[in-house]
């Protein structure tokens, strides 16, 4: 397993964890099998949004002493008073929701996210209404370890981490939400079918998000990886072919600021597919062959996806890009992790010997030889 930083925090998640989800409803057999396979393989990141109490008792126990093992993320808000997931914005009974999971969980949660901020009304319930300073609250008393929140919409998530509050974000990405509009509703998109005609390269809004969250080290963890299976589906995808598990990880995983993508897997088999991303080779992870007729749109923008490499000046050419464009948002105030993030590259822009090979490789046409000469500019060296 690898491991990486979670945003500033200084919590290190496996960069492949566990949504819980589908283990709602199932036997505790099988919620055992399923987070003990997790465990052996180094999982160590779960998410727990689901506020029922068999669900939550049947993790907590299959977890036993073990919990000490792993980092648990709670979500503030979500309830099942109408025995069905809901939200709710009113505090007695958010209150008693996520005092239930303190109690469940041995009396801390170690991320505390402030549940589905998607619109407006979300943004003022939370914020206004008590949910906000709740989390705050519960920082201080040290029931909780951090303060994060979960979205499926840009505008709005910029917003949440505009405040400064947030040090993690739970977000929707794979490759067809990037490529829709930032006004699209994805979920609504993924339910009756993306349409691709629509697809205009990568969202700037969803791109500027992830930057936007290196910049503020906030820490992204990823739902929604897989697009609820439809990018797996021959019937289901928008692109010309499927996409493989392991390439929808890789996607996720190259975006700036994300940590862990969390799978909803929901037995022991499923956890061992997803985790097969850690043996994938290179190709097998590759995703830019899917993309298709849609390649121009990409035209000049790098995506991460290192097919350029080899680099015989040894640069990560992918690494140095993705800091390049988050300095790009202010040249005068480049946060200084982002320095040190890469300051920390074996080699850095100034290394590029402009041999061309690597824009000969890259299929969208990226000025990488230019791009080196800015990193070099811009973080000396
Ligand atoms: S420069 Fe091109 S090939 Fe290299 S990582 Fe960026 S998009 Fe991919
Ligand atoms: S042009 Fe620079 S970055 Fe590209 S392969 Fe050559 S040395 Fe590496």
Redesign the pocket.
């Known amino acids: 397993m690898e491991y990486r930083q979670i945003g500033a925090t200084d919590a290190r998640g496996s960069i492949i964890g566990l949504g819980c989800e589908h283990l709602d409803g199932k036997p505790y057999q099988q919620v055992r099998d399923t987070i003990d396979a997790a465990l052996e393989r180094g999982i160590n990141l779960l998410d727990v949004f689901m506020p029922g109490d068999e669900v939550r008792g049947n993790i907590a126990r299959a977890l036993g002493s073990r919990r000490r093992d792993v980092m648990i993320q709670g979500h503030i808000g979500s309830t099942d008073v109408a025995q069905q997931y809901d939200i709710s914005r009113d505090m007695p009974v958010v209150q008693r929701y996520f005092e239930q999971m303190l109690r469940t969980f041995g009396g801390y949660i170690d991320f505390g996210m402030m549940f589905f901020i998607d619109s407006e009304q979300d943004y003022h319930d939370v914020f206004d209404k008590g949910i906000a300073d709740y989390a705050r609250r519960l920082k201080q008393q040290g029931d909780i370890g951090h303060i994060g929140f979960s979205s499926h919409n840009p505008e709005i998530a910029m917003r949440v981490i505009q405040t400064g509050l947030p040090e993690t974000m739970l977000f929707s990405i794979n490759l067809a939400f990037d490529l829709c509009p930032a006004d699209a509703h994805v979920l609504q998109e993924m339910e009756r079918g993306f349409d691709a005609a629509a697809f205009r390269g990568i969202d700037p809004k969803r791109a500027a998000l992830y930057k936007l969250c290196e910049q503020n080290g906030v820490g992204i963890t990823v739902m929604k990886t897989l697009g609820a299976g439809k990018l797996l589906s021959a019937q289901h995808t928008p692109f010309a072919q499927p996409m493989t598990i392991a390439q929808c990880i890789h996607y996720a995983l190259t975006r700036p600021a994300v940590s862990s993508v969390l799978l909803g897997c929901q037995t022991r088999d499923e956890v061992l597919d997803a985790l097969g991303y850690l043996d994938a080779s290179d190709s097998e992870r590759d995703y830019t062959h899917v993309l298709g007729t849609l390649r121009n749109d990409f035209k000049g923008n790098c995506v991460y996806c290192n097919h ?8 990560d ?1 992918a690494a ?1 890009n993705k800091y390049l464009d988050i300095a790009r948002l202010d040249e005068d105030h480049v946060p200084p992790s982002v320095r040190s993030h890469y300051a920390g590259l074996a080699r850095g ?1 100034d ?9 000969q ?1 890259c299929p969208f046409g990226v000025p ?2 230019d ?2 000469a800015a990193a070099a500019r811009i973080f000396g060296g």
Not at 351 to 359: E, L, N, R, S, T
């Open positions: 350029c490499l080899p680099c015989p000046a040894e640069i050419i140095v822009g290394a590029c010997i402009a041999c061309g090979h690597c824009q490789r990488v030889i791009n080196m």
